[in-house]
Nanobody, 126 residues
Framework: QVQLVESGGGLVQAGGSLRLFCAAS????????MGWFRQAPGKEREFVAA????????AYADSVKGRFTISREDAKNMVYLQMNSLKPEDTAVYYCARSGAPFGAVTTFSSEYDYWGQGTQVTVSS
């Protein structure tokens, strides 16, 4: 089993920044791509960002490209999402997830992730 715990969410004004943290425990995540997804009220869960197992490649949703940065620190079993220039439309619950395939490429499909955290709320006020 893998346990993923997100933190760092909160209330921020538009234009502000937040850094989300994903702490992994249990079985390793170091050989797996990791991703961040988000779900706003009344909307489906959507891909935000992903990073390969070695950090060599990343992918971002068009809506966050240039504003968000995903990174990982395997020595600490941590994955991060730095969010800058936040907009009200970024308001959502943000989830960390582990991709199912070891040593796989980044993937934007939620069905290819096998472990999920409980989420952390991000609220951006206008």
């Amino acid at each position: 089993q893998v346990q993923l715990v997100e933190s760092g969410g909160g209330l921020v004004q538009a234009g502000g920044s937040l850094r989300l943290f994903c702490a992994a425990s249990g079985r390793t995540v170091s050989n797996h791509a990791m991703g961040w997804f988000r779900q706003a009220p009344g909307k489906e869960r959507e891909f935000v960002a992903a990073i390969t197992w070695n950090g060599g490649s990343t992918a971002y949703a068009d809506s966050v490209k240039g504003r968000f940065t995903i990174s990982r620190e395997d020595a600490k079993n941590m994955v991060y999402l730095q969010m800058n220039s936040l907009k009200p439309e970024d308001t959502a619950v943000y989830y960390c997830a582990r991709s199912g395939a070891p040593f796989g490429a980044v993937t934007t499909f939620s069905s290819e992730y096998d472990y999920w955290g409980q989420g952390t709320q991000v609220t951006v006020s206008s």
